[in-house]
């Protein structure tokens, strides 16, 4: 018989909390899982692997992008992302220790569409401030 997990139980073993843990599950990857009614359960084996892949050394998570992927498609620094990040306004992510931040690629369009008509205001505001700032240079 197979040996299942619960989500508190790899939550203990690991040593996070259980939002991060959640949280993780729901941005990045999560192993296998099993549903009995309402509760959710994981078997030992596919907890085992899932944690290898999550070792950093070996974490290419293909379906993220990164702080400087978004960067790039929003036209705007990563300096002023990270403010956005900081001020809430940035989709769901995961920093991982090497600093890194990724972002599910799908939840990155989801928010990019819903947030699109904010975007285009702060590449004005900003756009502004930079003529302003090109101006007094002159």
Same mark, same amino acid.
């Given at each position: 018989?197979?040996?299942?997990?619960?989500?508190?139980?790899?939550?203990?073993?690991?040593?996070?909390?259980?939002?991060?843990?959640?949280?993780?599950?729901?941005?990045?990857?999560? /192993?296998? &899982?099993?549903?009995?009614?309402?509760?959710?359960? #994981?078997? $030992?084996?596919? !907890?085992?692997? @899932?944690?290898?892949?999550?070792?950093?050394?070996?974490?290419?998570?293909?379906?993220?992008?990164?702080?400087?992927?978004?960067?790039?498609?929003?036209?705007?620094?990563?300096?002023?992302?990270?403010?956005?990040?900081?001020?809430?306004?940035?989709? /769901?992510? &995961?920093?991982?220790?090497?600093?890194?931040?990724? #972002?599910? $690629?799908?939840? !990155?369009?989801? @928010?990019?569409?819903?947030?699109?008509?904010?975007?285009?205001?702060?590449?004005?505001?900003?756009?502004?401030?930079?003529?302003?700032?090109?101006?007094?240079?002159?």
């Amino acid at each position: 018989m197979k040996e299942f997990l619960t989500i508190d139980e790899m939550s203990n073993e690991l040593k996070v909390p259980l939002k991060s843990l959640y949280f993780y599950f729901e941005t990045v990857s999560r /192993p296998k &899982t099993y549903r009995f009614g309402k509760h959710i359960r #994981v078997t $030992r084996e596919d !907890f085992n692997t @899932w944690v290898e892949t999550c070792c950093i050394d070996s974490l290419v998570v293909p379906d993220t992008i990164t702080m400087e992927e978004i960067a790039e498609k929003l036209q705007l620094s990563v300096v002023t992302l990270r403010k956005y990040r900081r001020q809430k306004f940035f989709p /769901p992510s &995961t920093k991982l220790s090497t600093g890194e931040v990724l #972002v599910n $690629r799908s939840t !990155f369009y989801a @928010w990019w569409a819903d947030n699109t008509e904010k975007l285009i205001e702060i590449h004005k505001t900003s756009n502004n401030i930079l003529s302003k700032r090109d101006d007094l240079n002159e």
